[in-house]
């Protein structure tokens, strides 16, 4: 593994669109008691079930503790890797590298800076060194070189992009205080697409109502293929929802891509407010100095959250009336792919769903 | 990864000899305080040395606790794997799974039971958990299927083979109380032929002096093709090692091979012997229990136990007189490969050697 300071966009790297064809999936196993309720048995279950449905069609790595390696290995099927590394918690796609790739089928990552969705200002958990040192050591595993981009604090989860040189995300997120307050809004766009090797940034505003990550791209709109995004949808002009989805509509509406094409938006409704239960609060443990959550607490639930492997889209249930709707909305927007939804509360309690918990590798040739 | 209850031998697999082609090699960073002294500096920096000749003609890849991972990665090269994987020490000859290869160019791996040389009777640590545990998760790092043996006490380094059906190995560590006291000498035979998918067993009695492992046949005798063998050799009738030499010649000198092969035996002269010194001793910390290394320790130094790479021999120099002889031999042996010299006494004091401290994984077709 080189270590590489480099520019991507110079190198002739850049992110393709998670509908391209991916070597394989990461997911790193939950564990830690604040997040996860209850021993995260139930979490696992649900883990369990994502990885398994990755798998039919792309070689899933399963990252786990030293202490949970056992159980892990027990509750995966054997097709799936399980293999040691430490980390704080269990969100794949926003510390496991951005993956790249050339046009000669080599691919490359890359290593930002994780701190935790805003560090000191408004992250969610401390330490996070574990978490942060992943991508590296991920880039290690597979024996590739990786670009250090450790001055720069990004999640995976906080862009998408359509591999023909357009990256979307929101202003909430990446403007947001707790990452690179003392660069501005030009400079982090340059950055971006230096990185990412891409044209052009589209810029929502927001994201998902009480969305802790602050309001990732990835809950609320995705790229679906080149030109095509869905965008998670609310008729009820009193959720708060309302606003924030109609706001994206409208910037999407009038937007076009790095290739000059308008955008076809699909909306995905959301599903009913869903909050936390007591019996959930109840099974979670605090380390010290955190909030204690409360049933009060909406949570961030969206059907945007899905992951797209090799033959399949893996989307989030919630035993609510517009999971069926949801699933035929994308069952019509990804005619070859089969859609397997799953019950997701277990994930979406931890703070994200299907896609915060994935990284693809994309497709590539081993030399 | 498969786990399998059924006998390799049966199933078409071997051990193949260490000759062979090889796929690559595993490595364990050192650590614990009370093997490698003053903080493992030195031992670093040796286990580097052999890392990087190695990684000359196969794939090395090192495995280490998450403490070390940094420093392991600044003091290895970048063609060098480095990756985490939780040990209690350093010996991956011993843990490292002994791998298997059949005529289709699969390979597959045993995972033994290891007991730290000894479990409660005379082993030379505890816990070994981690240790006992990495078989396993090296063959999912592999992603291959791996042999369940745990019903049987063995380290990698207590046996060699020919790879044309022969094993050898010694009487004072297989038949020792601390590893499988109730079986049968017949019994051991039989599970060392199933598992290595060989037809015969040559027992030497002893190993090298003060040898802590009970004497592994890897300091003392080693194939170096199909009939042929090395030996450590004393001249010198008032050092302990003159007669254990002489025996394991006498019984050699009389001894056929699966094939019937008569053996061709190379002497291979011992160093002078080696102590611990002072400093080195003051440079170690204790676990509980453990008893305190002195200066009038005599190490287990032996030029046998080197390393087959694909393109050389990496073995130990002492800065002795017989270093230089040593390798005119070894260089007359393997007239194709280089052999390369590395200067291993702060190997030697965690109390094994190069041998000891790698474990090659055979050529194999990636599916």
Same mark, same amino acid.
């Given at each position: *593994? ?8 110079? @190198? ?9 064809? =991916?070597?394989? &999936? ?13 021993? /995260?048995?139930? /979490?696992?279950?649900? +883990? ?40 704080? @918690? ?5 510390? /496991? ?5 050339? @046009? ?29 040192? *992943? ?85 609320? &709109?995705?790229?679906? /293929? ?17 606003? %924030? ?30 909050? %936390?239960?007591? =019996?959930? &609060? @109840? ?31 893996? *989307?989030?249930? +919630? ?14 927007? +990804? ?19 299907? =896609? &915060? ?11």
């Amino acid at each position: *593994m080189k270590i590489l300071n480099s520019i991507p966009k110079n @190198d002739g790297y850049y992110m393709p669109a998670e509908y391209d064809k =991916h070597y394989g &999936c990461i997911i790193i196993w939950p564990e830690r008691a604040d997040s996860w309720q209850y021993g /995260a048995v139930k /979490a696992r279950k649900a +883990f369990s079930e994502v990885a398994k449905a990755i798998s039919k069609s792309e070689k899933v790595t399963v990252l786990v503790n030293y202490e949970a390696y056992d159980t892990a290995r027990e509750m995966l099927p054997e097709n799936i890797r399980v293999i040691e590394m430490s980390s704080n @918690d269990s969100w794949a796609r926003d510390y /496991a590298p951005t993956f790249l790739k050339n @046009d000669k089928g080599k691919i490359r990552g890359i290593d930002w800076y994780f701190n935790a969705w805003g560090g000191l200002y408004d992250g969610l958990y401390f330490p996070w060194d574990k978490d942060n040192k *992943m991508a590296k050591k991920i880039c290690d595993l597979y024996d590739i070189d990786i670009y250090n981009m450790s001055n720069f604090v990004l999640e995976g989860g906080s862009i998408h992009v359509d591999g023909e040189g357009t990256i979307i995300t929101t202003e909430a997120c990446l403007l947001s205080k707790g990452r690179n307050p003392n660069m501005s809004k030009t400079e982090i766009e340059e950055k971006l697409k230096n990185c990412l090797g891409a044209q052009k940034v589209i810029w929502l505003k927001r994201g998902i109502y009480n969305d802790e990550t602050n309001e990732h791209i990835d809950n609320i &709109c995705a790229f679906v /293929a080149p030109g095509e995004v869905v965008l998670a949808w609310c008729d009820d002009k009193n959720d708060p929802q309302y606003k %924030m989805s109609k706001e994206c509509f409208n910037i999407l509406s009038k937007e076009t891509d790095a290739k000059g094409r308008k955008l076809k938006i699909h909306k995905l409704p959301q599903p009913e407010p869903i909050y %936390m239960t007591k =019996h959930e &609060c @109840d099974g979670l443990i605090n380390f010290e100095g955190e909030p204690t959550r409360t049933e009060t607490e909406r949570l961030a639930a969206s059907y945007v959250n899905f992951y797209i492997s090799n033959n399949a889209i893996i *989307m989030p249930g +919630f035993n609510d009336k517009n999971d069926i709707k949801a699933k035929e909305i994308l069952k019509n927007i +990804f005619k070859d792919r089969e859609i397997i939804q799953i019950y997701a509360r277990d994930i979406l309690i931890g703070g994200g769903n299907i =896609h &915060c918990i994935t990284q693809q590798i994309p497709y590539f040739k081993e030399t």
